[in-house]
């Protein structure tokens, strides 16, 4: 059965902390593993990563997949509390179909 | 980028009914989603609309609960149909836009309360 692990659940840091969000993956027939930001009510699309070894990056954001090992990491450096937000990690089983995501990392950003 | 909108943005039914909700993109898209998240859950995909053929959907969601149609590139509808409470929900409309496949656009969302 194809799943996504995202940990931690929960995560609280302070301003201006850097943080490593983990996903990891069990899937057949993997196409692309993504990251989106969910503050309200729909999720803001933040990476689509397909390659192994090459980082994306976006302002504060990186994010980088090893598909040898099924897993991806998110980055955020110098956090803000606008970064505060669920983050969910999702893969893509076959394109356009089957998408599988995980339950996602709740952050916390405190002043 | 791709503008995407849903109507209606929420709604209160009673069970038994059905409501359809309207996602209307504003580029021509090969493929359209419709995703569920309940409360407190990860988003699921429940469907995928391909223009000019029948939706395909993911395991646990069939036609004759969520009817889809598809009529054109840039519209599409799912029925959430004959309701319970458990099928409160956000359901949300996504796209990949056609030219640029690495971007992902999410409508914002119908939230459904069944009472």
């Known amino acids: 059965e194809d799943k996504v692990v995202q940990s931690p659940l929960s995560l609280v840091v302070h301003e201006g902390d850097t943080v490593t969000l983990n996903c990891s993956y069990e899937?057949?027939?993997?196409?692309?593993l993504l990251w989106y930001k969910q503050e309200k009510k729909a999720p803001t699309f933040l990476f689509m990563l397909?390659?192994?070894?090459i980082e994306k990056k976006s302002g504060r954001l990186s994010s980088i997949l090893d598909k040898k090992e099924l897993f991806s990491i998110l980055n955020i450096t110098a956090t803000q509390t606008g970064d505060s937000a669920v983050y969910l990690c999702?893969?893509?089983?076959?394109?356009?179909?089957?998408?599988?995501f995980g339950p996602g990392t709740r952050l916390s950003v405190l002043p | 980028s791709a503008v995407i909108s849903q109507k209606p943005s929420r709604d209160i039914c009673q069970r038994g009914t059905s409501l359809t909700i309207q996602c209307q993109v504003d580029?021509?898209?090969?493929?359209m989603f419709w995703y569920r998240q309940q409360p407190g859950q990860s988003l699921t995909l429940i469907a995928t609309?391909?223009?000019?053929?029948?939706?395909?959907?993911e395991s646990g969601f069939v036609i004759d609960k969520f009817p889809i149609s598809r009529p054109n590139l840039t519209f599409s509808t799912l029925t959430v149909s004959n309701m319970s409470p458990e099928d409160s929900s956000i359901y949300l409309c996504?796209?990949?836009?056609?030219?640029?496949?690495?971007?992902?656009?999410f409508g914002p969302g119908t939230r459904l309360l069944v009472l």
């Open positions: 899937v057949t027939n993997f196409r692309s």
């Open positions: 996504s796209v990949f836009l056609r030219e640029y496949r690495e971007t992902q656009y």
């Open positions: 609309a391909n223009q000019g053929s029948e939706a395909t959907y």
């Open positions: 580029s021509q898209v090969t493929m």
């Open positions: 397909t390659s192994s070894g």
């Open positions: 999702a893969v893509e089983a076959a394109y356009g179909q089957n998408f599988v």
